[in-house]
């Protein structure tokens, strides 16, 4: 249990690490093919600084995911580790799909 959470936790400090990178230092590099998409027009930096906010918010869900994981014990690993990985992949999804100019 306790391997499992720490891939959670690690999984969260990533997601915290890179929203705050593309958020507050804009690295929109770290979004896979920003720069084209804007190119393009299907995208802008509106959508960029809300992918930031949505993967520091994602980071929080999961350190704190992992630490109920950790206190509760009931819950499965790989379970747990699940939800950490694709409840923010479904987040980042929905908000391509909204911001995406046709």
Same mark, same amino acid.
């Given at each position: 249990m306790l391997f499992w959470c720490i891939l959670v936790w690690l999984t969260g400090i990533l997601y915290l690490w890179m929203g705050a990178m593309i958020r507050?230092? *804009?690295q929109y590099d770290l979004i896979n093919n920003f720069?084209?998409?804007q190119k !393009? *027009?299907?995208l802008d930096e509106k959508f960029a600084r809300r992918y930031g906010v949505i993967s520091m918010a994602s980071g929080i869900f999961s350190i704190a995911l992992g630490v109920a994981a950790l206190l =509760? *014990?009931?819950l499965r690993g790989a379970a747990v580790l699940g939800a950490a990985i694709l409840v923010?992949? =479904?987040a980042f999804r929905v !908000?391509?799909?909204r911001s995406v100019r046709r």
């Open positions: 507050f230092r *804009g720069w084209a998409d !393009s *027009g299907k =509760i *014990g009931g923010p992949l =479904i !908000s391509y799909v």
